[in-house]
């Protein structure tokens, strides 16, 4: 295949190259086909889509899959990092070093395909793949909801008759009560949740597999929906039609989804900005904040490592916090 590289300059692709990979030797496929779970394979493509634009490809749909990621060597990825260092958020704020990191992580495994396809040499390989992470840290994004804003969406919930209000009441329950991904809750079935032990077996990143355990209000709500769901087997939170009601033939929610009926709710509820992800925030710290011990928070939350269940931890902050009010500052009406 022939192709002019990168150019030395400005890290943009300058030619083309003679045309398409097999889809069975095509790096960018073989590498986002290899990894478990949807959500996965949409945030790596997302980045190596992104890295591709930046780069010079096309605006197509998916800039990455005609992207020569087999002939980037050792000049080109350190181009393409420092290209990825520049880059401004809608904010107006500069990457954050954990999104900039998940971006080379997909650069080195794309790579890492392409030489298991024997599309490069080990040597042009290790060469290309040696682009330090970068360094730094953020405060986590996101918030925790009030126990007054939760209460807020189930009323709200629960004020639409349609079938849409009860399994809606129930997946906001359930998502508050198990700290479930997006992805999780989109994957649940009905098969997989055992009433008598209010237990919902969980199927997580990296295929792992966990059990949810339910408080007797959630288990009301999702018994609630059940019964008016009258199903069996099949995804534990349907898709409705827009009317609300059952689908003859029920399919799963997306994850995208389930984002959406928050947003549709919590705007009915007058609330600010919430994300899915939101409630897995607040279920960890309030967890923590109760006393729960950190391995234990780790094991119902699904992290590998008990390091990212710690950032969840608020206590730190309210210590801080408790410090700082404590020195002695003179008030205005005081001078």
Request: glycine share 8%.
């Amino acid at each position: 295949m022939e192709l002019d590289l990168l150019d030395g300059r400005s890290g943009q692709v300058t030619g083309a190259f003679a045309g398409p990979l097999p889809e069975a030797r095509n790096p960018y496929l073989v590498y986002l086909s290899g990894l478990r779970g949807v959500e996965s394979a949409r945030t790596m493509g997302g980045c190596l889509d992104r890295i591709a634009l930046l780069t010079g490809a096309s605006g197509q749909d998916r800039p990455g899959l005609l992207f020569p990621w087999h002939l980037l060597r050792y000049e080109h990825t350190s181009l393409i990092r420092a290209t990825l260092l520049r880059q401004i958020n809608q904010a107006g704020e500069p990457w954050s070093p954990s999104y900039l990191n998940k971006h080379l992580s997909a650069l080195r495994g794309v790579l890492k395909t392409a030489w298991r396809l024997t599309l490069m040499t080990a040597e042009d390989y290790h060469r290309a793949r040696d682009v330090p992470n970068v360094t730094g840290s953020r405060l986590p994004a996101g918030r925790s909801l009030a126990a007054s804003e939760f209460v807020s969406l189930l009323r709200t919930c629960l004020a639409d008759p349609a079938h849409a209000g009860s399994r809606d009441a129930a997946l906001i329950a359930v998502l508050y009560n198990t700290g479930m991904r997006r992805a999780e809750l989109a994957a649940a079935r009905i098969e997989q949740y055992d009433p008598g032990s209010r237990l919902i077996r969980v199927v997580g990143k990296r295929d792992k597999e966990r059990a949810a355990p339910l408080n007797e209000p959630t288990a009301v709500y999702l018994g609630r929906w059940l019964a008016l769901y009258g199903a069996r087997t099949g995804p534990l939170f349907p898709a409705l039609h827009r009317s609300g009601a059952l689908l003859d033939r029920p399919r799963p929610m997306t994850p995208a989804a389930i984002g959406q009926l928050l947003n549709r709710r919590r705007l009915a509820s007058g609330l600010p900005a919430l994300t899915a992800h939101d409630f897995r925030r607040t279920f960890i710290g309030d967890l923590l904040d109760t006393g729960a011990d950190l391995a234990t928070v780790q094991a119902l939350a699904g992290h590998a490592s008990p390091v990212t269940t710690s950032r969840y931890d608020r206590r730190p902050e309210r210590v801080r916090q408790e410090a700082v009010s404590r020195l002695r500052i003179p008030a205005p009406d005081e001078l």
